[in-house]
């Protein structure tokens, strides 16, 4: 594949998965480790820009790069940190929309690892499970903490909620702004994206435009 072709894939958000694309090995080693390598290949990159690492403003750079990569960043990559969604019995028979409102995305453009951010806007019809609502943005911070793809990221969130609350009935909405827009190529500073996926229920425009005039009532 040569770099036209990358660029073209990159600006067409293609991906080939709703599942975000990991090595078998992906875990093999610590995050120790891993820190240590991005810490090294990390420092070659500025080196490449000429930047001196001997600088006292500097010196520190690779590795404060590194641990932000591993342990902040990207932590949402490790399986082992994804957050324990405590579901509850619906003892009220509560069967009407609940929804989920301005949860922060802070994510990464996996094209240039650029940030993405914004909010989401979520919903669901309960049948025999309610779900704590902290742990709704939980899970929301936990996929947006990869490198990502805000269509791939908004289907993650409601495939996971889906699953867990044992019901099709639920809606996820993103609107973000894309720094690979606004800070390079186009530089359009003022657009945003917005996604929505949905199941259930919202297959039904009745219901689609319910949770769109709560929303847009924020």
Known sequence: MDKKD???IGDNHISTSVETPMLPNAFDK????????????FGKIMEELGLDLSDDSLSGTPYRFAKM???????GLNP?????LSVFEN????KKMLIEQNITIDSSCEHHF???TGHAHIAYVPKDKVIGLSKINRLVDYYAHRPQVQERLSIQILKNLQKVLDTQD???????KHLCVSSRGIKDKDSF????????CFEKKEHRDEFLRVVNKQ
Request: glycine share 6%; aromatic share 14%; no cysteine.
């Open 6 to 8: 990358i660029d073209i």
């Open 30 to 41: 610590s995050d120790d480790e891993k820190i240590k390598n991005i810490q090294h290949y």
């Open 69 to 75: 990569y591993v342990k902040e960043l990207f932590y």
């Open 80 to 84: 082992n940190n994804k957050p324990k």
């Open 91 to 94: 003892k009220y028979g509560y």
């Open 114 to 116: 650029l940030p993405i």
């Open 170 to 176: 639920v809606i996820v909405m993103i609107s973000a």
């Open 193 to 200: 994206t917005t996604s929505i996926e949905y199941g259930g």
